[in-house]
């Protein structure tokens, strides 16, 4: 399993499941991924907050939220 692969799917089971963003740093969460690949690097919560999130935020609005809002000549868009 790739590193960069492995973030992205971090922060999706971070994000689906509403797990607090220390769960990165948690012992737990690192012994258990350890064992099935044990090459995996943890980044800290900043990092994943600061770095990993937002990249795929970005990857996420390129892929559904630009892609949909091509097809419309204007649109408004809000986040609550």
């Given at each position: 399993?790739?590193?960069?692969?492995?973030?992205q799917d971090l922060?999706?089971?971070v994000?689906?499941?509403?797990?607090?963003?220390?769960?990165v740093e948690s012992n737990w969460s690192k012994c258990f991924i350890m064992?099935?690949?044990?090459?995996?690097?943890?980044?800290?919560k900043n990092i994943f907050s600061q770095e990993v999130l937002v990249d795929l935020m970005e990857k996420m609005k390129e892929k559904y939220v630009l892609t949909k809002l091509k097809q419309f000549d204007s649109a408004i868009v809000s986040f609550d």
């Amino acid at each position: 399993m790739q590193q960069k692969q492995f973030l992205q799917d971090l922060a999706l089971l971070v994000i689906k499941n509403h797990f607090p963003i220390q769960f990165v740093e948690s012992n737990w969460s690192k012994c258990f991924i350890m064992h099935i690949c044990p090459k995996i690097v943890f980044p800290s919560k900043n990092i994943f907050s600061q770095e990993v999130l937002v990249d795929l935020m970005e990857k996420m609005k390129e892929k559904y939220v630009l892609t949909k809002l091509k097809q419309f000549d204007s649109a408004i868009v809000s986040f609550d």
